[in-house]
């Protein structure tokens, strides 16, 4: 391992010589293999890493600040807004950042959707990843109950709500969700327990998330394997510099709603105090639920609505076996493209399905979605693995652009020596 | 021939020079938004503007007779008022400064003799020291004993033995009345 | 696969059906008013705020509390401390207890939050016909619109408000009620058609009542509000228990600004605005500067990332 590392510091060798960590950054980082090819929809998955990092630090921060007691906690959140130095600085950050971590979510996994990134040998790699969506979503609703307003309060008792819908042992579920009759004080303090501990479960899942992605290295537009060092560049500082790049313009969108919208993606009646006997008149989730919300809203019937909203994610664990195209890259796929299209505005549509209300052609375009959202995994998906027929893939990653740019421009650049 | 591969060295040295001085540049700029992101989270574990707020107390001392003491809250802490005697009076401001580890005439101590007004927490490792109560031990000087390290204090809140380093506190005191003061 | 065609049908049934049903009664939205605060560049105005703070002392707490504030943030409206301790001290807060255990009253220091209006919520909604006045702190967030809203509710009681938006109210209200009305009709026909065929056999029976024409909406009255609330055109089903609060010369200004209606409901809604959002202004300073920073960085970031990848294609 050690005899990768470059470098004179006796310090630096002393201590990687007994734990080898700067060997093993510096093969993770540094002078890891990656695709040349990669195009910017690959800056995401750093991008969310770093949200999970600005998460972390900002909620430990917060946590020293609020209360978690039912009569506290609304307004320990608004002593951090007015009185603690910067307070209404890292609340924001923190808010606005949960919404930019599921933008970034979500675009890393339309992205391995649009490139077959879940394609053999991925297949865990992709899986992990549904788990750390799964683990988000469940730190993001707690976290959201939290501040304890009318939306906290009564998106609480609708989403616990869900696990009544089981025969015989549901209610039961939810009283022990809840630890009392009602969400309450008990319930608001084991979702603080658990939205601070969760966080560190997800970073766990990201390490492993790595490790599974290190074993065969990214995919990449093109969705061939690498054929050799004159396909790959070093993760430093190819990578990095367009990594920061990325993180740069990231902020910038961020900033804009940080310091010039910061309630524009919550909800106004979250500003008014939990009140366990009034409801407010539309409960809606936040933005990033809303997908998933349209879809449970759809069935007309409580247990299978609830199914149906968990098999929505769930069906993505089983994607890479419905899923039986050998190409792996929409670029070769003429006709998955249309139909990734499709389904990614169908995506939409539900988001946009899921903060109306559920009636008349709110309703209808839901349960057409809905159809649509599972037909997409479970018929077209196969169907198109067996029908369509791909373009033909390019010899290696080399080939397509040496086309263009003629061999020079090729040998110009500077392969991995040693990859 | 030689001329053309030493002008393309040079302009390949400067292409690099440059390259270096984006790096340079960036990196500076991170580590500065890095800082100027860690600092309203560092900042926001310092007193927040409520808690600074708070931080004065107002006393009737009329129910205080001479030779009694009062225990006060002030930021959390406890502040000793002492109604002094005559005698602690002038056993107070007759030690010469040279008895003292920590050097301070008694009424530099004081608004008014009578009124003892002191920090409540042994300058040692913070403590409460006995001695506001008639029954407590008042240590070797008739002031307070503290009893976690053994340090007695003078009838001026003063250090005088063990091992605490300072002489009780002196909180900032204003007579808003012969009756009523306000602490901070 | 059969279900969700057949749940997409039974839909499309529904929906066909169900196109008429009313919708809850929403009110309409409130216009978008330029406010000093409004857009990036935009910062509280000092005199209206203490304008506004006025307006909110002399008339909205006899009833409203803004149990978040405390005589202390109002040095952001541009009090110095002597000017502060004053407006402090013409409050009594409860303190205590004392040494014998009794609770006191006490001037009003800078650290003390506004005191209530009421002891507590039932008190509060005893003396108010059983609705609560909200506390007035976050409301200027809690609401869709925000300050617009306020402006909006506070000059839309029926005295106040346009000739044109009530028309558009009544307008929309007339064609709830045809819906409403003709969708009872249908309700009823089928009813009516049971009953004829099922009273043959059995006398007993109830004829269904036919509904009535409830007919245009063309004035405040035919809204049907209940006596106890005012009509509001912005609140949400225009029955509002607050009766109008502000008037032309409800507040006299020390500033020589007009005491009209218009100007009370803007200042007390740019006050509610600050007391929701204190730290609004320096949060666009700051954001202008981050904003500056990361355009030089990201530029940067992208020169050194064009300079690296140079050598790859």
Redesign the interface.
């Known amino acids: 391992m050690s005899e990768h590392l470059k470098t004179n510091n006796a310090v630096i060798k002393w201590i990687d010589h007994r734990l080898p960590v700067f060997s093993m950054m510096n093969e993770t980082m540094i002078d890891y293999p990656a695709p040349k090819n990669l195009n910017y929809w690959w800056n995401f998955g750093s991008l969310a890493g770093l949200a999970l990092v600005v998460m972390i630090v900002t909620g430990i921060v917060l946590a020293m600040q609020y209360t978690a007691h039912v009569d506290y906690a609304f307004n320990s959140v608004e002593r951090i807004m007015r009185d603690v130095n910067g307070g209404w600085l890292v609340r924001y950050i923190h808010m606005n950042m949960a919404s930019f971590f599921f933008i970034a979510v979500f675009i890393h996994m339309f992205r391995g959707l649009y490139y077959g990134s879940y394609k053999a040998p991925r297949e865990i790699l992709w899986m992990l990843g549904v788990v750390i969506l799964l683990l988000m979503m469940a730190t993001a609703f707690m976290g959201y109950v939290l501040p304890w307003g009318q939306m906290s309060f009564w998106g609480a008792t609708v989403i616990t709500n869900l696990f009544s819908a089981f025969p015989l042992i549901g209610e039961s579920i939810v009283t022990w969700l809840w630890g009392g009759f009602s969400v309450d004080n008990p319930t608001l303090n084991r979702f603080f327990a658990l939205h601070y501990l969760l966080p560190f479960v997800i970073v766990g899942v990201v390490a492993v998330h790595l490790w599974a992605l290190h074993r065969f290295g990214s995919n990449n537009p093109l969705g061939i394997e690498a054929k050799g060092p004159q396909d790959k560049i070093p993760f430093h500082p190819y990578y990095t510099v367009k990594d920061a790049f990325g993180v740069g313009v990231f902020l910038l969108a961020f900033s804009g709603f940080l310091f010039f919208a910061p309630n524009f993606m919550g909800h106004p009646d979250n500003y008014i105090p939990a009140n366990p006997l009034v409801t407010p008149a539309h409960i809606v989730p936040e933005w990033y639920f809303l997908p998933f919300y349209a879809i449970l809203r759809s069935i007309p019937d409580k247990l299978m609505g609830v199914l149906a909203m968990f098999a929505s994610i769930g069906i993505l664990f089983i994607l890479p076996w419905l899923d039986r195209s050998p190409v792996r890259s929409a670029k070769f796929r003429p006709v998955y493209k249309w139909f990734f299209w499709l389904f990614f505005a169908n995506c939409l549509l539900l988001g946009w399905v899921g903060q109306e209300a559920a009636e008349g052609l709110p309703l209808l375009l839901g349960r057409l979605a809905t159809a649509y959202y599972f037909i997409h995994f479970l018929v077209i998906l196969p169907l198109l693995g067996v029908m369509e027929r791909p373009k033909p893939l390019p010899v290696s990653i080399s080939e397509p652009v040496l086309k263009g740019g003629g061999a020079l421009a090729g040998a110009a650049a500077k392969p991995m020596e040693k990859a | 021939m030689a001329a053309d591969s030493a002008h393309a060295s040079q302009k390949s040295q400067d292409?690099e020079t440059?390259?270096d001085f984006?790096?340079l540049?960036?990196t500076a700029?991170?580590a500065v938004?890095a800082g100027?992101f860690a600092?309203?989270?560092v900042?926001?574990?310092?007193p927040?503007?409520?808690?600074l707020?708070?931080a004065s107390t107002e006393v009737d001392l009329t129910?205080i007779e001479v030779g009694q003491s009062l225990t006060v809250v002030w930021r959390g802490k406890p502040v000793f008022i002492r109604h002094r005697t005559e005698a602690e009076i002038t056993e107070a401001a007759g030690v010469s400064l040279d008895e003292l580890p920590d050097q301070e005439a008694d009424s530099d101590r004081v608004v008014k003799p009578e009124w003892l007004i002191v920090g409540g927490n042994c300058t040692h490792l913070g403590c409460v020291p006995l001695g506001q109560k008639t029954g407590d031990e008042k240590g070797e000087f008739g002031g307070w004993f503290c009893p976690c390290h053994g340090s007695h204090y003078d009838t001026s809140g003063r250090i005088r033995k063990g091992p605490a380093p300072e002489n009780l506190p002196v909180p900032p005191v204003e007579f808003l009345d012969d009756n009523t003061i306000k602490i901070g | 696969m059969k279900k969700f065609v057949l749940t997409a049908a039974a839909a499309a049934v529904t929906l066909s059906l169900g196109l008429g049903t009313a919708h809850a009664a929403e009110a309409i939205k409130a216009p978008s008013k330029s406010w000093s605060f409004s857009g990036v560049f935009g910062t509280y105005d000092q005199a209206q705020l203490q304008r506004g703070y006025q307006v909110y002392k002399e008339v909205c707490s006899s009833c409203h509390g803004m149990d978040l504030i405390a005589f202390r943030n109002l040095a952001d409206l541009g009090y110095n401390e002597d000017e502060l301790k004053a407006l402090a001290a013409e409050y009594e807060v409860t303190d205590g207890p004392d040494d014998d255990g009794e609770m006191f009253d006490r001037t009003a220091r800078l650290s003390d939050y506004f005191p209530s209006p009421f002891p507590n919520a039932k008190a509060a909604a005893a003396s108010n016909g059983g609705a609560i006045p909200p506390d007035l702190s976050l409301v200027a967030k809690a609401r869709v619109g925000g300050p617009d809203y306020l402006y909006a509710l506070l000059t839309g009681y029926e005295e106040d408000v346009s000739a044109d938006v009530l028309q558009s109210i009544y307008e929309t209200e007339t064609h709830k009620r045809e819906v409403q009305y003709a969708a009872d009709l249908e309700a009823y026909s089928v009813k009516k058609a049971k009953y004829d065929e099922a009273v043959k056999t059995d006398s007993s029976l109830k004829e269904p009542k036919m509904p009535e024409d409830p007919g245009p909406v063309e004035s405040v009255e035919d809204l049907g509000l209940p006596d106890t609330s005012s009509f509001n055109a912005y609140f949400p089903g225009y029955g509002i228990a607050m009766a109008a609060p502000l008037a032309d010369e409800s507040v006299e200004y020390s500033d020589g600004t007009p005491a009209t209606l218009s100007n009370h409901a803007a200042d007390v809604s740019a006050f509610m605005m600050w007391a929701a959002e204190p730290s609004m202004d320096q949060r666009k300073q700051m954001g202008i500067k981050v904003i500056l920073f990361l355009l030089v960085f990201t530029g940067i970031l992208y020169a050194a990332k064009r300079k690296c990848w140079s050598d790859v294609h």
């Open positions: 292409e440059r390259r984006l790096y540049v960036a700029m991170g938004g100027a600092w309203p989270l900042n926001s574990m310092n927040s503007a409520d808690v707020a708070l129910p």
